[in-house]
């Protein structure tokens, strides 16, 4: 019997960063994080069982996938399925740069874990499928829940939330894009090396909580200057602990620095707009939906910035009946 399933999951992008294991195996994060799930950009997976060849496939936009993405795909399933499971033929489809710093594998294993779940008997309760989808990548657990997202790492396992449905604070985010390959370190890589090497990274873990509790407050009270200053705050120390590890991560460049320049000067002109940076050179700014265009025209004005893509906030990962575009 042939078992096919599709999804599609939305990339998210953090506030209150995720940057440091608890547990390696687990890929437990050692503390919690805070993001928004994004509704422009997204990845179509589809999964079927068993595959025409002997071991798992996995395409990428319609090309064989590099070796390592294919065995953290295979182990993803492994961990669903149990090893002895039939091979997987998987295919995957983005509308945006992957391992550029847009937040792609959050996406990737959220619609992973998703359109799996659905072509093999499993249980479905979101958090279940959430958890396996954070062992693959820890942020991948936030993409199965829509706008504003909690994640707590407390406990034996990770617990996620909406915290602010997507029509409830309708922010914008508008992403400058600065360069479009493929980072030099995977985050995951990188944050062993941070939690090894930075005199930083036990004080940047143990406040993650403060600020957590500072995000949340500025969600609840639709607080957007308080969002801003956490945000940003969060973010530079996160590149703070990432810049003094050794050797360091460093992943702006020149056009990055411009773009957050850009930022302040709007911020001088009183434009509701912070930004936010993830492991990649691209710049995110967040704003409430009347600066959006202000926003977009700024960035797409500054130096260095190679284009920009606007978005609101989106819904959490979900089956496909089919795929469209015959993706
Ligand atoms: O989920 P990973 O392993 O790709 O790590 C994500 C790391 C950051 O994007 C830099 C921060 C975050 O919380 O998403």
Known sequence: MRMLAHAVAQPNIALVKYWGKRNLE????????????????WTRMSVEFPAAAAADTLSVNGLESGREMQARVSACLDRMLGGSRLPAAVRSESNFPIAAGL??????????VMAASRAMPMPHDTLSL???AGAASGSAARSFYEGIVELRAGGEQIDVRSISAAKEWPLCVIVAVTAEGPKAIGSGDAMIRSAATSPFYRSWVER????????????????FEKLAAVSEHNCLKMHSV??????PIVYWNEATLNGMETIRELQRRAVPVFFTIDAGPQV????????????VSALAATAGVK???SSGLGRGARELDDLPDGA
Not at 26 to 34: D, R
Not at 208 to 223: P, T, W
Request: glycine share 4%; net charge negative; charged share 25%.
């Open 26 to 41: 687990e890929n437990l994060p050692a503390a919690g994080s805070m993001s928004v799930t994004l509704d422009a950009l």
């Open 103 to 112: 937040a792609s594998s959050s996406s990737a294993f959220a619609a992973l």
């Open 130 to 132: 959430a958890r396996l």
């Open 208 to 223: 993650q909580d403060a600020d957590l509790e500072l995000g949340r407050q500025a969600v609840r009270d639709k607080d």
């Open 242 to 247: 990432m810049w003094t590890s050794r050797p």
């Open 284 to 295: 995110k700014a967040i704003c409430l939906p009347d600066a959006c265009g202000a926003v």
């Open 307 to 309: 284009r920009v893509i």
